[in-house]
C-alpha cells in the first residue's frame, strides 16, 4: 500500500492548456508539501499546508493553485502551462513539524511536459 | 538559509564502508543536519538527522564534528541499492518545516 501516491506519474500537455496532479496520503500525517525538481535536478519546495491551511509559499506564480480538501489529499493545480513548468513535482507529507522526526516521505513523482 | 558543501561525485566499491562528507561552517545553533538519499527515478527518502550529537539508525550512521561545521553520512556496508544522490541539508528548527535541497553527491557503487 503506497504511503504517498500521485497521479497521474506522466503527463504531456500543450502550451496554455490547465493541468491538474493529485496527492494522496494514507499516513495519517497532517502536513504536505510540494516540491519542483526541475531538468538540472534541483528540489525546490512550492507549498506546504498543515491541516488544509496554507503555511509554506514560497515564490511561485499564481498560476499554480494548490487546493487541499482534507489532510489526506493536497492537489496541485497549474494554468496557463508555460514550457518552463516541465519538470518532476514531488507530493511530500509529514508528521507535524519536522522537529519531532525530521522525515517527509515522499511519492514517487509525477513527470510533468510541455510541448 | 545556511548552505552546504558536498563533493559533486564519490565512487565505492560494494561490501565497503561509504563516508560522505558535507561541510556547512555557517551552520547556526538552531540548525538540524538532515540527510536524504534520492534513488534513480524514485522520491526522496530521509536517511537520518541530528543536532550535535552522533546519530544511528538502520540505513547508516551521521558523525557530527564537535564544532558542527561538519558532518559524515556513513553507509557501513554499500550495496548496489545505495547508488544514488545523497542530500545534507540544514534546516532551521524555528522556521518550521522547510527543507532547502542543495546538489548533494552523485554516490555511484561498483560491484
Known amino acids: 500500500d503506497t504511503a504517498v501516491s500521485q497521479t497521474p506519474k506522466y503527463l504531456v500537455t500543450q502550451m496554455g492548456n490547465d493541468k491538474s496532479i493529485k496527492c494522496e496520503q494514507n499516513?495519517?500525517?497532517?502536513?504536505m508539501y510540494w516540491y519542483k525538481q526541475d531538468s538540472k535536478k534541483f528540489l525546490k519546495i512550492m507549498f506546504s499546508?498543515?491541516?488544509?491551511?496554507?503555511?509554506i509559499n514560497e515564490t511561485v506564480p499564481n498560476r499554480f493553485s494548490p487546493k487541499s480538501p482534507d489532510k489526506a489529499h493536497l492537489n496541485l493545480h497549474i494554468n496557463s502551462l508555460e514550457l518552463g513548468d516541465s519538470a518532476v513535482y514531488f507530493c511530500?507529507?509529514?508528521?507535524?513539524?519536522?522537529?519531532?522526526?525530521?522525515?517527509?516521505?515522499f511519492g514517487e513523482g509525477s513527470r510533468l511536459t510541455v510541448l | 538559509d545556511a548552505k552546504t558543501t558536498q563533493p559533486n561525485s564519490m565512487e565505492s566499491n560494494e561490501e565497503e564502508p561509504v563516508h560522505l562528507p558535507c561541510n556547512h561552517s555557517?551552520?547556526?545553533?538552531?540548525?538540524?543536519i538532515h540527510w536524504y538519499r534520492q534513488l534513480p527515478s524514485q522520491g526522496p527518502e530521509y536517511v537520518i538527522h541530528?543536532?550535535?550529537s552522533n546519530v544511528n539508525n538502520r540505513m547508516a550512521s551521521l558523525a557530527i564534528a564537535e564544532d558542527r561545521k561538519s558532518s559524515t553520512l556513513i553507509l557501513h556496508r554499500a550495496t548496489l541499492r545505495d547508488a544514488a544522490v545523497y542530500y545534507c541539508?540544514?534546516?532551521?528548527?524555528?522556521?518550521?518545516?522547510?527543507?532547502?535541497f542543495g546538489a548533494g553527491t552523485i554516490l555511484r557503487v561498483k560491484s
Open positions: 511530500a507529507s509529514s508528521q507535524g513539524t519536522l522537529t519531532n522526526t525530521g522525515e517527509l516521505f
Open positions: 499516513l495519517g500525517h497532517d502536513t
Open positions: 499546508y498543515n491541516n488544509k491551511e496554507l503555511i
Open positions: 555557517t551552520i547556526s545553533g538552531t540548525d538540524y
Open positions: 541530528g543536532l550535535t
Open positions: 541539508i540544514l534546516r532551521d528548527w524555528r522556521y518550521g518545516n522547510k527543507l532547502v
